[in-house]
């Protein structure tokens, strides 16, 4: 990544870009990133401090049947469900529940996927085929039907419970892929004349390698936070998910399950369903963007 | 090549060990068992207790293991509680509708996704390819339960098009041609919900492999003979790149059967999905354990069809 240049007068054009310089040419080429960007952001900020400060759960919550299937209006933005509870009210606490579980399984199964994934490259040997047995074994059969087995196992669960839950069958996907990328990188020179230095093994993996491998790492995470949400909001959908006292976003599009809601009470579910796809939308943009940042090949600035 | 192919197989015995072992753990774990639904002030707890002994619910957990996988291979998977029936003529019944509505699952994709792929590779960065390349991009992010929701409001309810719910109407005599038509009348709402989503993969693959062809020496090499770029396409890049889409099959069974779970809830199609939430609902747990061991085989035998399909078509890949 040598950007040569002929102009004489401009020495900063002649230094590399780094990485959050090439990050933000990627997103001012990209309009639809930069806005979905800014889009995730401002939405997440709003949810987050509606939720927290200014919206009662309890309130929300509250049975009132005088506003039974009440259409979206004055009183309620968006309506209200069969219970007369507003939709706009239970889908901000539903969005925070919901981006809670996604932001939690995303950061669990990013510390543990890439340090077992770097380890398992690094080193490599029989420990590492061990390990990418249980993680083929892991990644083929069907999860979803196996945490929909743990939930239903499991006496009281509650919202830690399930993410660690989703946490125990999404890691090793990532671990795989971490540890292909440092499979590769291990076999690079600067490695080898660190180790050849004495360099202890972890101060490379963790202080050499890693750095390295930081955009593909970022790129995953941001595609991986959009798949979590994506298996939240499924289990809840199907009722396996949050307590059906607690609002997700997949609780909500679950009112669509009875026919008659589907059918004439549109503003029950569909706000809801049509947030995730914006929002799964959204962050795959944002996340095809780095992946394009990552790769000089693909990139448009 | 056979040794590739053995040596695949042989490491899919550990991972059928290890399937088994914890579906059986997990069973294990589930609340309650057969006969605590049973059980009424009337009921003599010696009489419960007796039937626990009989169907050998007090053994050591190693000994029902064995007995357990025993019965499984002989196929014997016990009696569904809720049912009152054998688990296997349960899904062997739901399984038919299941593979139907796969099969035709499989046929929609690989008809969107071939032709598009193709499109997308041979005329790349044109209008035509960035469009395919949005879709499938959007289809990549879309979840499967909000796709199948908005295609049965959209399509079901909105403008009647399709059936929304069960899998054959009733009055129609199984056999006649009017039967077979309404069943694949119920199936296309379903499956073209999973085809779309299935699509982006294909597409992908597809339109990335005929773009590096184009740059290799084979082609090249047709091309000075004075072949037409048409015929170049047709007889040397599309059959160079068609052949590793063949290895994705394995993969698609793997992702329908984790699909068909939410697209069957959706569209009230009773197939093995719909039994396995119902079973769940139910605490139906001889008719969950069959059906994760079935999936999870199931999952396990497509990945081991999609190694063998790319070790025929690609030689280099090739198992140590």
């Excluded at chain 1, 509870?85 to 539903?94: A, E, K, M, S």
């Excluded at chain 2, 009348?185 to 005929?210: C, D, K, M, W």
Aim: charged share 15%.
């Amino acid at each position: 990544m040598v950007s040569v240049s002929n102009d004489k007068n401009s020495n900063i054009a002649s230094s590399p870009p780094t990485g959050f310089q090439v990050i933000f040419r990627e997103f001012i080429k990209d309009k639809l990133a930069l806005v979905s960007l800014i889009g995730i952001i401002l939405v997440t900020a709003y949810v987050f401090i509606m939720a927290y400060l200014f919206i009662n759960v309890d309130e929300i919550m509250r049975v009132s049947l005088r506003d039974k299937y009440a259409a979206p209006g004055e009183k309620f933005l968006l309506g209200a469900d069969q219970g007369g509870r507003d939709i706009f009210g239970q889908l901000v606490i539903g969005a925070k529940n919901s981006l809670e579980i996604a932001i939690g399984v995303t950061i669990i199964t990013s510390i543990f996927g890439i340090i077992v994934g770097l380890i398992c490259g690094y080193f490599g040997g029989w420990i590492d085929n061990i390990i990418m047995r249980i993680i083929d074994f892991f990644i083929t059969i069907p999860s979803l039907m196996l945490i929909i087995v743990f939930v239903t196992i499991i006496p009281k669960y509650s919202q830690y419970d399930l993410v660690l839950i989703i946490s125990l069958f999404a890691w090793p996907g990532i671990a795989r892929l971490v540890r292909s990328k440092a499979l590769s990188e291990g076999k690079r020179d600067y490695v080898n004349a660190s180790k050849t230095l004495g360099t202890n093994d972890f101060i490379i993996i963790f202080r050499e390698i890693m750095p390295n491998l930081s955009s593909i790492l970022i790129v995953e995470t941001t595609l991986n936070f959009a798949g979590n949400i994506g298996i939240e909001t499924v289990l809840s959908y199907l009722g396996f998910g949050l307590p059906p006292s607690t609002p997700s976003l997949g609780t909500l599009v679950s009112y669509a399950n009875n026919p008659l809601i589907l059918q004439q009470y549109w503003w029950c579910w569909l706000p809801a369903a049509l947030f995730i796809l914006i929002m799964m939308l959204a962050i795959n943009f944002v996340g095809q963007a780095f992946r394009r940042a990552a790769d000089a090949r693909q990139r448009l600035g | 090549m056979w040794k590739t192919v053995v040596r695949r197989v042989v490491i899919m015995i550990p991972q059928l060990f290890v399937l088994s072992l914890l579906v059986f753990i997990l069973a294990q774990f589930m609340p309650g068992d057969p006969y605590s639904g049973a059980i009424t002030p009337e009921t003599d707890p010696a009489r419960i207790e007796e039937l626990r002994e009989k169907a050998g619910l007090n053994d050591p957990w190693y000994e029902q293991y064995v007995r357990w996988v025993g019965n499984l291979v002989q196929g014997e998977l016990g009696k569904s509680y809720t049912f009152q029936r054998s688990v296997g003529d349960l899904i062997g019944e739901k399984a038919t509708n299941t593979l139907w509505l796969s099969l035709l699952s499989v046929i929609l994709l690989y008809s969107i996704a071939i032709p598009l792929g193709i499109l997308a590779g041979r005329y790349n960065n044109s209008k035509l390819d960035k469009s395919i390349v949005l879709y499938s991009f959007i289809s990549y992010a879309i979840p499967t339960f909000v796709l199948g929701l908005l295609f049965l409001y959209l399509f079901g309810y909105t403008l009647r098009w399709f059936p929304t719910v069960g899998s054959v109407s009733v009055g129609l005599d199984p056999g006649t041609l009017a039967w077979y038509w309404d069943k694949i009348y119920h199936l296309i709402l379903p499956a073209s919900t999973f085809a779309v989503l299935g699509t982006t993969g294909v597409i992908q693959y597809l339109r990335s492999e005929i773009i590096d062809a184009k740059s290799l020496d084979y082609v090249r090499t047709a091309r000075s003979k004075g072949i037409p770029m048409r015929k170049v396409y047709s007889k040397h890049i599309f059959r160079n790149s068609l052949l590793p889409i063949a290895a994705f099959l394995g993969f698609t069974i793997t992702g329908l059967l984790g699909g068909s779970i939410i697209i069957e809830t959706i569209f009230g199609y009773p197939g093995m999905g719909q039994l396995f939430i119902n079973a769940i609902l139910s605490r139906d747990y001889s008719v969950i354990t069959a059906l994760v061991m079935l999936y999870g085989f199931l999952a396990l035998l497509g990945s081991l069809l999609s190694d063998i399909i790319m070790s025929i078509v690609d030689p280099r890949i090739r198992i140590e």
